[in-house]
């Protein structure tokens, strides 16, 4: 099977199809979370994520976005977006959100939003941070998103961690290590490259890889404009910050 992994989607319509696009023939689609918030596009992200085979977890915005969590620890312009969304989401794609769970286990994956040890809140930005990490799931691999950084965690003793090197459009071999596994962000990445960022899962091959793709921006940031989106929001999209 090939199981596309599209994280942080963050309601972003033109980054979503341009990886669905890229990935081509999948199978299935595994999302860790934050479907929505940030972007424009929520019911049409909820909407199109629903005619692809999936599993999705919540993610805070996802959760902050039907009135789940509060939006307090948000900085201004996210609890803006996450404000808009709530009044924006259909009633049948708030009902989507609401049943998403927070740990999801698939054959040798444990799939979160933050972090296996704190699903919603955790920021897994370093080994430090993954180490300790390790315990909290039984499976051999755990994926991860809410950095919208791509990034691999491999286990190298009990509480250690060090970085892997995720290689773009290079396959890596999934063997003996135990791995927690960060795609990247779809509608909204983090690492300083615009391009939408996702991974493809081969569960015959044994292996995943990561890819990027570039996607129409101007076309997202215009429907921010027309929406009146907090700038910092709108100008973010052209960095990847
Ligand atoms: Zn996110």
New binding site residues.
Partial sequence: MQIAIF??I?GNLAAFEAVIDHAGSFDQVWCP??VV??GPDPNECVERLRELPHLCVA???DWASIGKLDTHNFNPDAAWAAHWTKETLRPQNRECLLRLSKKLVQDDFTIV?GSPRHPIWEYISNPLIAAPNFAHFDTKFCLV????VPVIFQETGPGMAEILPFQLDVPLPLDDKRLIINPG?V??PRDGIPDASYAVLDTEERTITYHRVPYPIRETQAKMMKVGFPVRLIVRLSYGI
Avoid: K, P, W
Wanted: glycine letters at 34%; hydrophobic letters at 0%; a negative charge.
């Fill in positions: 994280s942080d963050h979370g934050d918030g940030y993610g805070n915005h939003h998103g809410h950095t919208h962000g509608g909204q």
